[in-house]
């Protein structure tokens, strides 16, 4: 893509922008949001939100990234220059995320490893995967496996084949995760998960639960990181922008949707009533699925199956996050790629080890109940990314002016359906609500108030 050659067509670019999108996000983060915030209730803000904002963000942004040519960095500073820092915050972010996004890749291919072995009863067992996570060599292990993995691919620079592969793999993947959600419902007290999942009880709408809805949502759609400005300076304006936005938003929150179908439920069968499991947090995954398939005929095989396209799915959002930290350090001090990759790929070594062992040995680390790889994520999706996010309205509300993203959407055939409730949202609805909620989360973390 160094050429800025352009996405041949509009499916190409959807294509690649929600091949970037999708990832553990969806299939591990969504569903242990889901279950921990009160099932309907955090849906349903997420879908709120993925409508006003997330719709909103992602035109700004993709908007922003074709009408300079330019990725994130460069392209706030090129537009007005005391914006500069925007596009260094936005860069912090995915260094924040690759390293734990990576401790997880690597749990991803244990259980690959697992499976493949015939382990399927054994990785259903009760303590299974808190015995995995608290040791010490095995997790650091597979994280580095999956690190080195991510690092050979980008060093290699092999990504366009892997993305081949991911894209025949993510069709497979929806349909195994219909297969294994619609197996899952059939199961002694699942409907009781199922009507968790989607009712939404307004009584427990809390400010941490919209922020924890609102991270979320920039975590899998891959926005206030400067992603999708790099994705949109590779778009062509023949390319309908909002149609195109519609359309990976869609892909994106269903899939969230079908992993929430696939894990919440079976949480309730396998709990017998336990309401406690709901908040297992990072965990949940791989403490149910494995029930499920143990549980399922063939279950050994689908399991396997599963875990590959998982692994697939997250070494594209992976390679991703390593190549964008990468570029932005080889323009900042031009360095060349080789060195700045084994670089990168150190750094994230380092970085990710006190997320792998906060489960262990480093388990009295622990602020507010979280552990080092929960804080690593509270930091990066709901202080950072808010603070870039408001930011961003800021800057296309009043410094380049709504109209200027409006010109850009209106390229192709002169509409912008949205056009209103864009302006609305970037310049008022978005920077407001994204104080509020900011400050009533640092609040509560100080123990001021609690809303
Ligand atoms: N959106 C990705 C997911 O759902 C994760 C992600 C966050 C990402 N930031 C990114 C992927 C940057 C690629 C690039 O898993």
Known sequence: MKDRSNFSNKLGFVLAAAGSAVGLGNIWRFPYLAAKYGGGTFLLIYLILAVTFGFTLMIAEIALGRKT?????????????????????????????????????GWVIKYFAVFVSGGVQDAAGDTYFTDF?????????????FLGLTAIVVLCGVEKGIE????????????????IAVYGLTLEGAMEGLVYYIQPHMADVSAKTILAAMGQLFYSMSLAMGIMITYGSYMKKENHLESSVRQIELFDTGIAFLAGLMIIP???AFSGGDRSALSAGPGLMFMTLPKVFASMKFGGVIGTIFF????????????????????????????????????????AAVMGIPSSLGFGS???ISWMGMSVLDIMDFVSNSVLMPIVAFFTCVFVGFIIKPKAIADEVKITDGKFKAEKMFNVVIKWVAPIFLVLILTSSIASALGIFTL
């Open 266 to 268: 079976a949480v309730f």
């Open 133 to 145: 996570i608290s040791g010490t060599m095995q997790p650091i292990g597979w994280f580095l496996l």
């Open 69 to 105: 040519g330019i990725s994130a960095i460069g392209a706030f500073k090129s537009l007005d220059r005391r914006f500069g820092f925007l596009g260094f915050l936005a860069s912090l972010v995915p260094v924040i995320i690759f390293p734990y996004y990576s401790v997880i890749g």
């Open 308 to 347: 590959v396209l998982v692994f697939f799915a997250a070494l594209t959002s992976a390679i991703s996050l390593m190549e964008t930290i990468v570029s932005v350090f080889m323009d900042k001090f031009g360095w060349t790629r080789r060195f700045t990759g084994i670089l990168v790929a150190i750094l």
């Open 164 to 179: 081949k592969v991911s894209k025949v793999m993510m069709p497979i993947l929806v349909v195994l995760t219909i297969i």
């Open 362 to 364: 480093l388990s009295f």
